[in-house]
């Protein structure tokens, strides 16, 4: 079957850096992406990777190695609005995103 | 950057009643969009996919009778949700895409609570 890991909550400090892990099984791959929701509102595109390597977008960037099933989204310099829920979705061979379950983040000062 | 537009933001209606929700593209031809739906503190859950001019593909477990989907131009796809119940309530949230691969551009989103 096809599937999204990623863990459920992680906390981290303002001014830090945190890393989001994301791993993927799916039926062929079209590529990567990872979207920021915050709690009530809906979904705000962050990234798509479909080449393996680092794509860096001011604070964030994102990492994919399609060889091992992986990304990972890296937050630099924290802030407060950081605070959210970071989704990560594989595009399989049909073109239909498989979406994990959300990793909720937690800026503390 | 493109821009979807989903409306209303928030409905309160009666059990029984049917409310209706849009989803539109403002610069850009959408040719699938999907309707998803979001429990409180759950992950987004496809409800249907919906192309330009064809019938809705519907999820498993998901009553094409009772959310009607229609797709009728390349830039408006509206949701209907019929004979709302209580357990209906919940945040629906639209995307689209000009094509295969593109990333999904969500609209705001409708809150949606049958009393």
């Known amino acids: 079957g096809q599937n999204i890991d990623q863990p459920t909550e992680m906390t981290a400090t303002e001014g830090a850096i945190v890393q989001i892990n994301c791993t993927y099984q799916t039926s062929g791959f079209n590529g990567l992406f990872w979207y920021q929701q915050h709690a009530g509102e809906a979904p705000t595109f962050l990234s798509y990777n479909v080449l393996d390597g680092l794509e860096e977008k001011g604070r964030f960037s994102s990492f994919l190695s399609r060889s091992k099933g992986y990304s990972y989204l890296l937050l630099k310099e924290l802030q407060m609005k950081d605070s959210a829920s970071y989704l990560c979705?594989?595009?399989?061979?049909?073109?239909?995103?498989?979406w994990g379950a959300g990793t909720k983040l937690i800026i503390k000062p | 950057g493109a821009v979807v537009s989903q409306h209303p933001s928030w409905v309160i209606c009666k059990s029984g009643t049917s409310v209706k929700i849009e989803c539109r593209s403002l610069d850009f031809q959408a040719t699938t969009m999907f309707w998803y739906r979001q429990f409180p503190k759950q992950s987004l859950m496809l409800m249907a996919t919906s192309n330009e001019g064809s019938k809705a593909t519907y999820e498993q477990g998901v009553e094409k009778d009772k959310f009607l989907i229609n797709h009728a131009s390349l830039t408006l796809s509206t949701l209907t949700v019929t004979s709302a119940h209580p357990e209906d309530s919940s945040f629906y949230i639209c995307?689209?895409?000009?094509?295969?691969?593109?990333?999904?551009?969500f609209g705001n989103g409708t809150r949606l609570t049958v009393t």
């Open positions: 979705a594989a595009l399989d061979s049909n073109y239909q995103l498989i």
């Open positions: 995307s689209a895409r000009d094509r295969e691969g593109s990333p999904l551009h």
